[in-house]
């Protein structure tokens, strides 16, 4: 049977570890990676990762540099997605850079999170890997993030919301399929995924100096994407 990957204990109250992920050069290549441990207080240069863990069944594999770690669907796709083809890159992911098994650990790391937001070069949201409608989304948020008369959007999104509220069985899926769907689509993103209502969301955004949207393969700054939402 292969061993499976555990975490060295940390040496300093103020440490952490950060994942290292090897490049690949297709997206279907396994993920490996390895796991340094830094002190905050050296302000190492990394990105962190605000996202929801996901269902643990059916797990992934990630590889320690070469024993086996599970995580779940929405964190493999995750890592994939920030994956480069080139050169390492340096994450803090909470899941995997804490051990989770250490109850104690976890009690002191979290103290540590506002901190390791708030110096991470940016924080990548991640709403998942996305649907077909994914790329309309973001198609628009890019671009009703580009209008001024916020006024303008304000009354774009109600009038079409209530519209299409009022519309029943095939012409409502006719229209939300078409041009109407797009600003549909627009309308509900910011509300359709559970990120939004997670306890640790708040603290992980509202101490980065930087942050990105990202979904599927699509993304957005999220300068943009409040001014859409």
């Excluded at 689509?185 to 942050?211: H, S």
């Amino acid at each position: 049977m292969e061993e499976k990957f555990h975490h060295h204990p940390l040496a300093a109250a103020r440490s952490i570890r950060l994942l290292k992920l090897a490049p690949a050069h297709t997206y279907s290549e396994p993920l490996t990676c390895e796991l340094d441990e830094v002190r905050l207080d050296d302000k190492p240069a990394f990105d962190a990762l605000s996202y929801v863990w996901g269902d643990s069944k059916k797990p992934e594999t990630i590889y320690c540099p070469i024993r086996p770690f599970s995580i779940t669907r929405n964190c493999d796709a995750a890592l994939r997605r920030l994956r480069n083809s080139t050169q390492p890159c340096v994450l803090w992911i909470d899941a995997i850079c804490i051990d989770q098994t250490s109850l104690d650990e976890r009690n002191k790391q979290v103290l540590l999170m506002p901190d390791i937001y708030k110096l991470a070069k940016r924080v990548v949201v991640w709403l998942g890997k996305g649907s077909r409608a994914t790329g309309t989304c973001f198609t628009w948020l890019h671009r009703i993030s580009k209008l001024n008369d916020l006024t303008m959007i304000t009354q774009i999104s109600d009038i079409l919301a209530k519209r299409i509220k009022k519309i029943d069985g095939e012409l409502r899926r006719t229209l939300l399929e078409g041009e109407i769907g797009k600003y549909q689509c627009f309308i509900e993103l910011p509300f359709a995924d559970i990120y939004f209502w997670r306890v640790w969301t708040v603290q992980e955004i509202g101490v980065a100096k930087k942050l990105t949207v990202m979904s599927g393969k699509h993304e957005v700054t999220w300068e943009d994407f409040t001014k859409a939402a």
